[in-house]
């Protein structure tokens, strides 16, 4: 099992030899050193700090150089973790307080500071902090709920690969996320050390030898956990094994990290993605509040590197699921270069029933947006089958019916309009 900890995750950029070609990275011998090197400066990436980012590390972390805070490895080494870290900072509930004491195994808490400084201090219902601090509900099982909802498991073709779909399979990379958010569909998997679930180079090499095997398979989603939180030189090791499969067409990547440690996207790291194109890119957006300049920083840098972006955001309740804060949210994206892709509804995944909407609440949504502004910004809103159905997708219905060789569609405003279809018979269930 990888361990939790971000040195075992994360060699130094700096400090790596160059392997001989096609070895395997070696995660012992490239792990990081985590102390300062004496007489050598934190490397400072020219890396935006809002006014508000700022005022917060003053205020909370006095001793720490803008160069430290934009330093993603003093990110990672600096998450907040325990309740005795919290406590200074955010004015805890005493449900927050009990649900963060009472925390084990999978899904654990972490925050990275820079994040940290987006929650609000004294509001539990301010979204970002719903989102990413605990409460007792959390604990429930709610009806129909499972902790693997979408049967990834069964789908495992070996440990880590998922190959649902005929032509693509999902490439589970790490269990490692910078900042967990609470709920998580992988909750099952992520932030445990030694538990069930493993993640190592060895694994990689072994799924990379399945889609080897299968000349069907054209696209690999990279995925986790967090595929942005391993470092350059092993990420790049990984994308080289894969790009070296001759069928394997069209590589992506599902990341939260632009979001959550805007600062991880170097200009070194983006240099290094661009070899591997076409390489897409779903970041994982929930609230407009994340569009900061951090955030919108890394995501130039991901697009000025040729990366197309799309969004991914999950529909919650008390959270999202409003249209002025979703029309907010899918404006920015735009601002942001960033194509918003898919609006999901809620997983069933154990202990999520506080965060999840009717469904009719996503249909509204998407009502509300469409016609009403872009069709850029019109993300395409589904459900993900349990139990391994697959993505289906949901819109409101716009037909009206039918009047003999005329189909009779509801437009975005509610005016009716007919569509000539003769010898059709769609609508006509619906007669008039
Ligand atoms: S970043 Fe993704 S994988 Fe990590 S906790 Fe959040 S939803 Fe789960």
Redesign the pocket.
């Known amino acids: 099992m990888q361990s939790e900890e971000y040195r075992a995750e994360e060699p130094d950029p700096g400090s790596i030899m160059r392997r001989p070609e096609g070895a395997a990275p070696d995660i012992g011998a490239s792990m990081p050193s985590l102390a300062r090197v004496p007489g050598r400066a934190a490397p400072i990436h020219r890396f935006p700090i809002s006014a508000h980012a700022q005022a917060f590390r003053r205020r909370f972390y006095p001793g720490v150089t803008a160069g430290e805070w934009n330093d993603w490895k003093w990110q990672v080494r600096n998450r907040i973790r325990r309740l005795a870290e919290l406590e200074p900072i955010l004015d805890l509930t005493d449900d927050e307080r009990a649900a963060i004491a009472a925390r084990t195994g999978s899904?654990p808490i972490a925050i990275t500071p820079y994040y940290l400084s987006l929650l609000s201090r004294e509001d539990p219902d301010q979204p970002l902090r719903r989102t990413h601090l605990p409460v007792g509900a959390e604990f429930v099982t709610g009806p129909g709920e499972a902790p693997d909802p979408l049967g990834e498991d069964h789908d495992m073709a070996v440990p880590g690969l998922v190959h649902r779909y005929p032509d693509r399979v999902l490439f589970l990379t790490t269990g490692f996320?910078s900042?967990?958010?609470r709920?998580?569909?992988?909750?099952r998997m992520?932030g445990e050390t030694n538990g069930e679930y493993s993640f190592s180079t060895s694994q990689w090499e072994r799924a990379a030898q399945y889609i080897e095997a299968h000349p069907e398979i054209r696209d690999c989603l990279l995925?986790?956990?967090?595929p942005l939180s391993i470092g350059d030189d092993k990420l790049e090791w990984l994308l080289d094994r894969l790009r070296s499969i001759k069928h394997l067409q069209f590589l992506r990547i599902g990341t939260?990290i632009p979001v959550?440690m805007p600062q991880r996207i170097t200009k070194s790291m983006t240099r290094m993605l661009a070899r591997f194109h076409p390489l897409w890119m779903s970041i994982?957006f929930t609230h407009p509040d994340e569009l900061t300049p951090e955030t919108r920083e890394a995501c130039a840098r991901l697009a000025d590197a040729g990366i197309p972006l799309g969004s991914q955001t999950v529909l919650l309740k008390g959270i999202n699921d409003s249209l002025p804060v979703m029309r907010d949210l899918m404006h920015g994206l735009l601002m942001a270069r960033v194509k918003p892709y898919y609006l999901y509804q809620c997983d069933p995944v154990s202990g999520s029933a506080h965060f999840r909407t009717s469904v009719a609440a996503g249909l509204e949504i998407i009502r509300g947006l469409r016609g009403h502004t872009s069709g850029y910004a019109v993300p395409q809103f589904v459900i993900d089958a349990p139990g391994g159905g697959g993505k289906i997708p949901l819109l409101p219905d716009y037909l009206a019916g039918r009047e003999g060789d005329d189909l009779l569609l509801e437009n975005f405003e509610g005016g009716l309009y007919r569509y000539p279809d003769p010898g059709g018979t769609i609508g006509a269930d619906r007669p008039r």
């Open positions: 899904l996320c900042t967990y958010c709920y998580c569909t992988r909750s992520v995925s986790g956990g967090d939260k959550v994982h």
